[in-house]
Nanobody
Framework: QVQLVESGGGLVQAGGSLRLSCVAS????????MDWFRRAPGKEREFVAA????????YYAGSVKGRFTISRDSAENTVWLQMNNLKPEDTAVYYC??????????????????WGKGTLVTVSL
């Protein structure tokens, strides 16, 4: 059973940066796509970024493109989300996901996807 643990969240001023980490244990995710999602207060969960199993392809939501960067180290079972130029609207709980299919973020089919418990990011004015 894959377990995911996120870290790196916190309080930051608008314009600042944070780097989120997600470490997988209990199994290897080297063949999985890895994703970041977020849920803002009172809103639905939304896709943020995804990276393919080999790191060769990355995908971003329009709202974060150019500001966020997803990366991974499969040998370390770790994925990161570098967030720059943060805005108050980026305030949310950020969740890491391990996707054995590699495209759940696009299809919306999450059966079989593993989720972390999330890390809170708060961006103040």
């Amino acid at each position: 059973q894959v377990q995911l643990v996120e870290s790196g969240g916190g309080l930051v001023q608008a314009g600042g940066s944070l780097r989120l980490s997600c470490v997988a244990s209990g199994g290897t995710v080297s063949s999985y796509g890895m994703d970041w999602f977020r849920r803002a207060p009172g809103k639905e969960r939304e896709f943020v970024a995804a990276i393919s199993w080999n790191g060769g392809s990355t995908y971003y939501a329009g709202s974060v493109k150019g500001r966020f960067t997803i990366s991974r180290d499969s040998a370390e079972n770790t994925v990161w989300l570098q967030m720059n130029n943060l805005k108050p609207e980026d305030t949310a709980v950020y969740y890491c996901a391990a996707d054995p299919y590699g495209n759940s973020w696009a299809t919306g089919e999450y059966s079989g996807v593993y989720w972390g418990k999330g890390t809170l990011v708060t961006v103040s004015l």
